[in-house]
């Protein structure tokens, strides 16, 4: 059995600016509005798999994180960023980047790509999951970079419910990716 929140219905949505070095047309930086959608597979406690409200509540302060920042990821091979107390320097080959610390979220990933964004927000959702009372054993995560296109993993907890053994679709093992 299954729920889902579509992130775009939903209001599980957030704005923020990001840049994929290297690319073409994504090397500069420009923003998207994001939409997190979850599919969560388990078990019924009493009426539940796991409240929608709880769900919601959990990937809302995940949204909250990114929103109206400027997303970089730390370990980024391509990036070299030096931070002071108000500001950060991003070097990317020749461009420099200086901007206000209070205007960035590092977020500890290699790429801002819609795949890697997906990976880290179910990783995240996954460990709030496991600290709350639930029957969750799977973990579907899509992140839309825009209406029509996203990535999407899964994530397994715990248990199961169909049988799979305990791998994420990457292949690795467990809820830590």
Known sequence: MWIELDGW???LRFSACHLIPGHPKCGRLHG???????RA???RTGEFIIDFELLKEMIAQICSRFDHHIMIAENDPRLHITKNNDSAAINIGEKTYQLPIEDIVFIPID???AESLCVYVAGELARMIETSDHRVSRLEVRIDEGIGQGAGCTIYLG???DGNDDRNDDGDTGASI
């Open 111 to 113: 790429s801002t790509s």
């Open 32 to 38: 998207h509005t994001y939409a997190v959608n979850v």
């Open 41 to 43: 597979h388990g078990r």
């Open 9 to 11: 219905m939903a209001k």
């Open 159 to 161: 248990g199961n419910d």
